[in-house]
Each structure stands twice: as C-alpha cells, then as structure tokens.
C-alpha cells in the first residue's frame, strides 16, 4: 500500500462531519489500530507519560559510593581534571568535609577505578586493524575504532526512560482542507518506506573533523542515531541524542559497523516494557558531503563518467540540468561489478570500471538487507552550499573584487561587518577578511547541522590528551561521558519517582486512604476506599441515586 493514497473513502464518509485543519490518522493494518481523527487543536505527536519504578536493589549513582562521589566524578570529567589536579582536590574537599554527606574518594585512583567499574555498563570502543582492498587491488590496512551500532540500539530500547518513546507503527496522516483530505509527512515514521517495512531505523553521520584550526591532525567520526525516537530526543544532546560509534582512517570507517546479521534475519531484543520484539534494521539516512559520499558509493569523483553520487548523468552533461535521469542503484552496482569479475584480464576489468565510473572496493552497506546506499544519500546542505558554493567561489570571488577595489573599501567593508550587532546562535565576525575560515558555520553566518558533534571532540582532543596516540583517548572520554550521561538519567528518574511517591502519599493521608504503595496509570489509580466487605446488594441499594455507579 502506497500511503500518499487520495484516502478516497475517508474524504466519503467524513467531509460533513469535519472542521477545516483536522488530522485524519490511518496505521499500518498490521498493527491493528483503528484510524482516528483528531480536531487541529488537540492533535499531539508522541506517547504520553506512564509510570516508571526504578530498580530499586541499588542506588541509581552505584557503582559510585555515594551521590556526592558521582557529582564530583561529573564534574571533574567535565572540567578534564588531571591526575594532580583531581589528588589537591579531594584533599582539599576530605579536609573541610562535614559529618553529613557520605563522601568516599581519598585520591585520584579510587576516582580511576570507580570509573573503570562504571565503564561496564555501556559497550566500549574496540580497536581492529582492517585489511581491504584498495583500488589497486592491493590489500591495506586501517586502524578503525568501534563499538557495536546494534549493542548500542538495544541500550536504547531497553532503556525505561527512552524506551517507551519508540515509534514502531507506521502512520499516514492527511489534514482537512474543507473538501479533502491532503495527505502529509513530516516524520519517518510516516513515510512510504516505513510503511513498506516497519523497522529500526539508523541515521548514519560522517565527516572529517579537524582537531585544531591548525595542523594536520584529523579524525573521521561516524555519528549514528535512531529515526524511531522523536526529534527532540533524536537531535538532543543526552541519552537517545546522536552517539559517535565509529572513528578511523577512511578505507576502514563502515568496517565492522553496519548491521549485516541483524538486518538479513531480524534480532530479537527484550525491550523496556519486559516484552519481546523482533526488529529489522535499516539505514534509512546518510549524511555525508561529497568526499565521503564517493567512499560510500564506490564512484571515482569528480573527474569520472559518472561523477554524482545520485544519478547517472554524464560528466559532459552535468550543467545540462536533466528533467529525469537514471538513478544508481545498489542493484545495477552490483551487476557492473559481477560482470567486472567475470573478465579474464585485470586490463578488461579495468576497461569496464572506467567506463562506468565505479571502483571495485569491498562495501559494508551491500551487505545490509532493505538498504540502498544511493537511496539513502541526503544533501549535505553545509558542505554544498555554505562551504562549497559560498565558501570556495563567492567568498573568494567577492575577495578579489574588494582587494582590486583598494584598502580603503576593504577597511569600510571590515567596519560593516564589525558593526553588525550581536545575535544569538550567530557567530560575530571583527576582522572577517583577514581570516582564513576552516569552518563551514562559519561561512553560513557569513552568507545570511551534524556538525554540532565536532565541538566536543575537538574539545577533547585539545583538554584530554597528550596529542599522542589521540583516538584512543578522545574516545575513552566520550566512552565515561555516555555512561555518565547514564547514571544521571538514572538519577533523575529516581529523584522524579520519589517525589511522585511522596506527594501520592500526602494525598493518600489526606483522604484517609490506607498508606499502600499504589500503581498509578496517569490519572487513575487503583485500589477502594471502602475497608469493610459490603454484601453487593446492600451497594446496590444505596448507590441508586450515584451517576457513577449508574
């Protein structure tokens, strides 16, 4: 079922019945919901609220000792304390400490070791040295640093506070215009694919970062986030926000990351409702700009046949702007690369590779069932426009029309852009011709995404490490970070529960209600207030006249 259908017998029975904006709601018959409809101004997106116990065997801060051991450990990581840095500290701190909070650190290895226990409870990064084929046919080999991209899904699903925000059941939404309704996507899971194949789906992110504005040091991290979480979490900066699962030189970057076993058979995950579900993962996004893209796709760049990642136009046609071309495919890939081992010559081979503009490279993403690499491809608005089109031809065009104008209408130029008042979220520029930009935010200011990972990282970089050896140790903090971020999820989930706990216990004395722990489902709670057994013909008898009993 194609689910941009006119919703004809919908439009039918309804037309007389509805107000202009309302939402018309159809699910996927599978899941066996009725369609709803819902007036503009009460229509919501998401799961409301339930209850949520907490495990309470142990302390939502364990393996720390204390609430006020994670609150240091916290800070001293956000901070990036060094060894002697953190030893004064807490001698300072156990000097003037108070006989009250419980306070268990005595130097920088018990901190060490107590992060090293808290570690565990999230998948660490692996080092593995990758051997692929180069497009020599050669093999190399690339160090590649990774966690696992499902191991890394199941956390999510099992989590009790983002669990349940999942969105697993595809819906087809169509608002009332007066006569009809007109059908409309503004979520995932309310698009043709989602509705063909009800999955888990993956948004995958990478691009090179430089770690300094300087220098020559670069990392390629792979962001990676799940399209079945609201966009609020899902662009968020806590649990369930974009998670680097992936960094290493850029022949091995999608080695060992995708999910081949998972999405060829499904895998079955106990998830935060204690309830088995069979998922099917899919990558439904690559955000990528053209560099990565031509890794991804196996084409040979600009100067090939077939230079764009999407189609199949002709280098010489390219400024042509075709109305319809043909799309690659992973399908049609592959075949030109079977045809392309069929050959008995490396030269033959050769011959057909050049003519089609494709490299014969071993790729993670032919091996991900219901994937293809071409389809999920998006735009990299920041890298093409901003960075490209602006930063490398308009900037310096206007660049060298301001130097031939003299140094005079520079420094009048210069001034404008220094007296531009301050705005937030835009960057403010005192000398903008004087400085070469590196960054391509910094371009798209100028000229009035993803890139919000690249702050932290290279904030790592320059205030956690020792420029030596750095992936290793970049990624060992955003390990803790993660598993900090964990822990106070944790806790803040606690601290809600308790304070629910109490204020349903100040209303239970209130009414004089047995004080039992009670299950709360939003605004019903179960249990009676009657304490003696009442035969049922005497309730009867004297609810006559009670509507609710009625």
């Known amino acids: 079922m194609n689910i941009a259908n006119n919703l004809e ?34 229509f919501a997106q998401g799961h409301r609220p339930r209850a949520y116990k907490p495990d309470m065997s142990t302390d939502p801060w364990y393996p720390f000792q204390s609430y006020l051991d994670f609150e240091f450990a916290e800070l001293a990581l956000k901070v990036a304390l060094n060894k002697e840095q953190v030893n004064r500290l807490l001698h300072w701190m156990k000097s003037i400490c108070s006989m009250g909070e419980v306070f ?34 050669k093999p190399q080999e690339f160090t590649m640093y990774y966690r696992s991209l499902w191991d890394w899904a199941c956390g999510l ?36 694919e989602f509705w063909n194949i009800q999955v888990l789906l993956f948004i995958l992110y990478v691009n090179k970062v430089k770690l300094l504005s300087f220098g020559q040091q670069k990392g390629y991290p792979i962001v990676a986030c799940l399209a079945n979480l609201p966009v609020l979490i899902q662009n968020g900066e806590g649990i369930g926000g974009g998670r680097v699962i992936g960094k290493g030189d ?99 081979k050769e011959q057909i590779l050049i003519q089609q503009g494709l490299h014969h490279i071993d790729s993670a993403f032919t ?31 206007l660049l060298r029309v301001l130097d031939k104008a003299g140094c005079q209408t520079m420094a009048m130029v210069e001034k404008n852009f220094s007296m531009m008042p301050c705005w937030h979220m835009l960057n403010h520029f005192d000398k903008a011709l004087s400085i070469s930009y590196t960054d391509g935010q910094k371009f798209k200011d100028l000229s009035k995404p993803n890139e919000k990972m690249h702050g932290p990282l290279k904030e790592k970089y320059q205030k956690c ?20 971020e964990l822990i106070r999820c944790r806790i803040s989930d606690y601290d809600v529960y308790l304070s629910n ?39 009867e008898q004297r609810s006559t006249t009670d509507k609710a009993f009625t």
Request: charged letters at 20%.
């Open 104 to 137: 268990t650190l005595n130097e920088y290895n018990n901190l060490q070791s107590t992060w090293q226990a808290a570690s565990h409870r999230m998948m660490a990064f692996t080092k593995e040295v990758v051997c692929i084929n180069s497009m020599d046919g």
């Open 9 to 42: 017998a919908n439009v039918i029975d309804g037309v007389a019945a509805n107000n202009v904006n309302d939402i018309h709601i159809e699910y996927h018959p599978n899941a066996t919901i009725p369609p709803q409809e819902i007036p503009f101004a009460k």
């Open 367 to 397: 091996v991900v069932m219901n994937t293809d690499v071409y389809h999920a491809l998006s735009w990299d608005q920041l890298h093409a426009n901003f960075s490209g089109k602006f930063g490398d031809h308009l900037w310096a065009e």
């Open 250 to 348: 850029k022949g091995a970057l999608w080695q060992n990351v995708m999910i081949e076993k998972e999405s060829q058979a499904g895998c079955w995950v106990n998830c935060w409702d204690g309830i088995p579900h069979r998922f099917f993962p899919i990558v439904l996004i690559l955000s990528a700009d053209y560099e990565e893209q031509v890794v991804m796709t196996l084409i040979r760049g600009i100067k090939s046949n077939f230079p764009c990642p999407i189609c199949l136009i002709p280098c010489d046609h390219i400024s042509d702007f075709p109305t319809q071309c043909e799309l690659w495919t992973s399908k049609n890939v592959l075949k030109v690369l079977e045809d392309t081992c069929s050959q008995d010559t490396q030269e033959k």
């Open 501 to 539: 706990m109490e204020a349903n216990m100040r209303s239970s004395e209130g009414n004089n209600v047995d004080n039992v722990e009670q299950e709360d489902f939003f605004h019903v709670r179960l249990g009676s207030r009657v304490k003696q057994p009442s035969a049922l013909g005497a309730i």
């Open 465 to 484: 490490t020792n420029f030596k050896n750095i992936a290793q140790q970049i990624l060992d903090v955003d390990h803790l970070e993660a598993v900090l």
């Open 157 to 192: 699903l099992k989590h009790p506070s983002i669990g349940l925000h999942f969105i697993f059941d595809a819906q087809c939404l169509s608002k009332f215009d007066g006569s009809s309704f007109i059908h409309f996507i503004d979520k995932p899971w309310m698009a043709n």
